[in-house]
């Protein structure tokens, strides 16, 4: 019997501040009956000073770890990703690693694909896991937007999308009679890198940190955000047809798609595109806004814990991002 990987456990962490459409009103011109009509978001979390994208991470890591009944030594690969870390380098993996007290030295890999980190980490972590090189392995994606946003009107149509949060999830080897992991696609389009990017401080400037950067709008992101939205809608239908077409499998044979949490018309016209009723799907964006990475393993575990997604359910996990990058994994929970 071939090793097949399984999803053992999830944790999530949110930071407690509360930052509601509302009081984005007081920073730039917006409103909240725009930000809700257009993208569907009522409120997002912001860290406080001694939160970082490290110590969200290990929140996360903790509770999955928790569930499972593990400790950090059980774990013999991490896989983190992030856009904005505590350091430049190293990446935020190793301070993860040190953080949760291994006593020995696993490797800790960092990726950077933004919103589809999720995707491209899981698909990673299943390889590594058939291959027989780690056996069980953790998955952390955590963000901090809120520090590197244009908080004036010039950044509204970014700043009032994205939240701070982290997400983990423990997959380990099982027996292929075991639920487990079938399948993943993976996809990127780098013609589209600046349509959604973070331009500066750049390997092209010299010297890299100058004192005119801090008034360079090039610090903040920027996103034709038609543009992405429009890929968004074709790119996840397309991803999602591919991986269940490859599997033998229909769009009904699923009980459930947890989407990335960008917007929730994108959410929406996807999976009318695809026939699935919206009842097979769950959302965190409302709340938590867009945190990248860590939007999948935030709504698949709210999701499972108010039993929406049951041991033995037919799951899609899909996402898409700058990059562009997008992808989609099967599996059985
Ligand atoms: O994770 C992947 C990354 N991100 C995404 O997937 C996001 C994809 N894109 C989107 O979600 C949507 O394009 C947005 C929510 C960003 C924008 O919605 P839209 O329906 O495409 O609006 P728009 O960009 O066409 O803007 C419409 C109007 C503009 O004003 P004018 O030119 O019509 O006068 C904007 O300046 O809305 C204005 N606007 C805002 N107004 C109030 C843009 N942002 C805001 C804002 N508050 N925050």
Not at 259 to 273: F, G, K, P, T, Y
Not at 288 to 300: E, H, K, L, S, V
Request: proline share 4%; net charge neutral.
């Amino acid at each position: 019997m071939g090793a097949r990987t399984r999803i053992v456990s999830t944790g999530m962490f949110v930071p407690r501040r509360i930052v509601t459409n509302k009081e984005l009103e007081s920073y730039m011109d917006t409103s909240d009956e725009w930000i809700q009509q257009r993208s569907g978001i009522k409120e997002r979390r912001w860290v406080s000073p001694g939160e970082t994208t490290c110590s969200m991470a290990v929140a996360a890591a903790r509770q999955a770890l928790e569930r499972a009944n593990l400790k950090a030594d059980d774990i013999d690969m991490i896989v983190f990703g992030a856009l904005i870390t505590d350091y430049l380098f190293p990446g935020t993996g190793v301070l993860l690693q040190r953080e949760l007290g291994f006593s020995k030295p696993v490797p800790a890999l960092d990726i950077r694909n933004q919103c589809s980190g999720f995707v491209y980490a899981l698909s990673l972590a299943d390889a590594w896991v058939r291959s027989g090189q780690y056996k069980r392995i953790l998955i952390v994606g955590s963000e901090v937007h809120s520090t590197s946003l244009d908080l004036t009107t010039r950044g509204r149509d970014v700043s009032v999308l994205f939240g701070d949060g982290a997400g983990a999830m423990i997959v380990e080897a099982c027996d292929e009679n075991s639920p487990h992991i079938f399948d993943s696609c993976l996809h990127s389009e780098g013609k589209f890198a600046e349509v959604l990017t973070v331009t500066k401080p750049s390997s092209n400037d010299f010297p890299r940190i100058s004192d005119k950067l801090s008034l360079d709008t090039a610090i903040y992101p920027h996103m034709d955000g038609k543009l992405v939205f429009k890929n968004a809608v074709t790119r996840m239908c397309q991803v999602l047809i591919e991986l269940l077409g490859r599997n033998n499998m229909k769009p009904s044979d699923l009980n459930f798609v947890v989407a990335h949490q960008a917007n929730m018309r994108i959410n929406q016209m996807v999976l009318s595109e695809l026939g699935i009723p919206f009842e097979k799907t769950h959302h965190t964006l409302d709340r938590y806004g867009n945190t990248t990475m860590a939007t999948i393993p935030i709504t698949f575990d709210e999701a499972v814990q108010l039993g929406k997604i049951k041991r033995g359910d037919l799951v899609a996990f899909v996402a898409f991002g700058a990059g562009f990058t997008w992808g989609a994994n099967l599996l059985r929970f």
